[in-house]
Nanobody, 115 residues
Framework: VQLQASGGGLVQAGGSLRLSCAAS????????MGWYRQAPGKQRTWVAT???????DYADSVQGRFTISRDNAKNTVYLQMNSLKPEDTAVYYC??????????WGQGTEFTVSS
């Protein structure tokens, strides 16, 4: 499975941004797709997941502000981010997984939220 992420940039606090991550390759094996992020000098942390059966989950820090969605026809997962805060600044990595195993990471897409 190969993942291609896009959508980074610079946005002001309170603004919105949408990230995309398109999967290719052995996509039939994918069950879950989602996002992690890594802020400067910090560890990579989980942000959100969307499974093939329609379940979505969010980290507490983004609950109510971020929305994850999947377009199965396009093999793409999106992360709509609203009410952005400076602490959301990070490199965002999409991932794809099947039950019990990580399949692939995307290359990371970075954005900065200015205060």
């Amino acid at each position: 499975v190969q993942l291609q992420a896009s959508g980074g940039g610079l946005v002001q606090a309170g603004g919105s941004l949408r990230l995309s991550c398109a999967a290719s390759g052995t996509i039939f094996s994918i069950n879950a797709m989602g996002w992690y992020r890594q802020a400067p000098g910090k560890q990579r942390t989980w942000v959100a997941t969307a499974t093939s059966d329609g379940r979505v989950d969010y980290a507490d820090s983004v609950q109510g502000r971020f929305t994850i969605s999947r377009d199965n026809a396009k093999n793409t997962v999106y992360l709509q981010m609203n009410s952005l805060k400076p602490e959301d600044t990070a490199v965002y990595y999409c991932y794809a997984a099947r039950p019990g195993a990580l399949l692939s990471w995307g290359q990371g897409t970075e954005f900065t939220v200015s205060s």
